[in-house]
């Protein structure tokens, strides 16, 4: 008897299944919060040099602040004051004709800036002055987290594995809410770095062990129903970190607020039950035992308690071990599998780098970023539903390869549409995340099905860590604009269309049998 068959007869989809979603809800609450709050604790505030300096010398302090600034600091050509120079002596004829300032030699700014606090109390850019020069800085932080987040990946999958899905869970809880909470009170810019890579580091065991005891429980039949509902719980943080930003306008409490969840998590964690499925794989049947007779019980099923032997659990162990060890290796081992490996990681990159890229990116379009966060949160629920059942409609491979091209179409009609129509921009922004998301929804999906049973574990994570690459990438792409203002959204729309080239030489699943082995790939 299989693992299946046992979970069909106590019900693979009932209370207790539901008791496990819902308890993974509250800790992966957090993780998307994390994903994009550098949007909101990187976000620089309108900015100029501090002038402040000038007044003993130059004998400013009888002009008015607008007289001031208008002697002391150069326009930009949109009429707004210049972020990054100073000029060298203040030019007091601008204050009878503004327009003679073109030869007026300039310096950087030499004792920091002014903040406008209107919007944010306090940032990561007017704590430690990530502007100008430093700017680069400001962008770094998102990438060292998801550098963090890419390498415990790796790891917190080794471990599960190794030590059990619900005690690395619990790992992941505190090690992730320390190093978050010891990260809003840094003292320095390379403290917070440091910080927030291992708090990448540890939160990504949650999405990494709690999608896996999810899957480990629920029956075949409702697993991709339970694929969609567990990757709503990053709909819904999505929509909900922006009003939380909204209301906590501190960056360092901000981080504390979104971490907070993980507190009722931790407590709720004595009820996430072990997968039963590792279980019998590492021989404790006992236990398995204990938690399959909870599951009966709680399912409404007690009368085929009495059929859970350890003999019969033992059983499905057999029938499931395998020839021979696997490993990342046998990815690139044969030709097919080969082409697939490289297809699907190309796909997996561009997907995570089109979806980050436009998640970042909401300051970039002038309208409100609480709003523009809100409604990018939002948009998911609808694309993930429409997933839901096209995948079912016209197959795995066109609903990836259409999501793919209209992200890329969405980012192309915004490099031609003019700066000034900001509504405009947000809503073609908005609908291309809506597009980027479902995208990645149908990939996950997609991918496990491609991939043989034998190294789907592998495969699976092989691909996560080409996405994590992705996502680290998306925040140094939008730094381009210093080179060129559209290059970003040139470079993320070519990334788009690219997947969506690449996601059209895969093979369609729908209403196919799972490969189950690496020969089943090589003779398609």
């Known amino acids: 008897m299989k693992f299946e068959n046992i979970l069909a007869d106590i019900n693979g989809f009932g209370r207790f299944q539901k008791m496990i979603l819902v308890i993974s809800f509250i800790g992966r609450f957090t993780l998307p919060c994390h994903f994009v709050l550098n949007n909101f604790i990187g976000a620089v505030p309108s900015h100029h040099c501090d002038i402040s300096s000038l007044d003993e010398v130059f004998f400013l302090s009888n002009l008015s602040e607008a007289e001031r600034l ?10 707004s004051l210049n972020s990054c120079q100073m000029f060298a002596e203040p030019q007091y004829h601008l204050l009878l004709n503004s327009s003679g300032a073109a030869d ?40 060292i987290f998801f550098v963090g987040v890419m390498f415990g990946a790796i790891t917190f999958g080794s471990l599960s594995d190794r030590f059990g899905r619900r005690i690395m869970l619990l790992v992941s809880y505190v090690s992730g809410m320390l190093t978050a909470v010891a990260s809003a009170f840094s003292t320095s810019y390379v403290m917070f ?7 990448g580091f540890c939160i990504t065991g949650i999405v990494i062990v709690s999608t896996v005891l999810n899957v480990e429980w629920v029956d075949i039949e409702h697993r991709k129903l339970v694929g969609v509902i567990d990757s709503l719980s990053w709909t819904f943080g999505s929509a909900a970190l922006a009003a939380i930003a909204y209301f906590v306008t501190d960056w360092r409490w901000l981080i504390v607020s979104v971490t907070s969840p993980l507190t009722l998590a931790i407590i709720t964690w004595r009820w996430m039950p072990e997968s039963a499925r590792w279980l019998i794989a590492n021989g404790k049947l006992e236990q398995a035992q204990m938690y399959l007779k909870e599951c009966a019980k709680m399912n409404g099923t007690t009368e085929l308690i009495d059929t859970f032997k350890t003999e019969t659990l033992s059983t499905a162990v057999v029938n499931e071990k395998r020839a021979r060890p696997y490993s990342y290796s046998d990815l690139i081992r044969t030709p097919n ?19 980050y890229g436009i998640s970042f990116n909401i300051t970039g379009f002038g309208l409100n970023i609480y709003l523009t966060q809100f409604t990018y949160g939002l948009i998911e629920l609808p ?18 390869v259409g999501a793919l091209l209209m992200v890329g179409i ?32 149908t990939i996950v999906l997609y991918s496990s099905e491609l991939y043989p049973t034998v190294i789907r574990q592998n495969g699976m994570g092989y691909n996560s860590f080409l996405a994590r690459i992705g996502v680290a990438v998306a925040p140094l792409i939008l730094l381009l604009d210093e080179v060129w ?18 996601a059209s030489m895969l093979s369609e699943t729908r209403d196919r049998c799972l490969p189950e082995t690496i020969e089943d790939i090589e003779r398609q």
């Open 70 to 79: 208008s002697v002391s600091i150069p326009l930009k050509e949109d009429g």
């Open 104 to 143: 007026a030699p300039t310096v950087p700014c030499q004792n920091g800036w002014v903040y406008d606090n209107t919007t944010f109390k306090s940032t990561l850019t007017s704590q430690w002055d990530l502007v100008c020069d430093s700017r680069g800085k400001n962008k770094a932080t998102a990438s």
């Open 337 to 355: 599998m080969r082409k697939l490996a490289l297809r699907t990681g190309i796909v997996w990159f561009c997907v995570a780098s089109a979806f």
């Open 383 to 400: 694309a993930k539903v429409s997933v839901y059942y096209l995948l079912d409609k016209i197959g795995r491979r066109r609903t990836e």
């Open 410 to 441: 969405c980012l192309g009609i915004n490099i031609v549409i003019p700066k000034g129509m900001s509504t405009i921009r947000t809503v073609v922004a908005i609908i291309g995340k809506g597009f980027s998301a479902a995208s990645f929804a």
């Open 193 to 199: 770095a440091v910080l927030r890579f291992f708090t």
């Open 485 to 502: 203002k559209d290059l970003p959204q040139v470079v993320l729309c070519f990334l788009a269309l690219l997947g969506a080239t690449v």
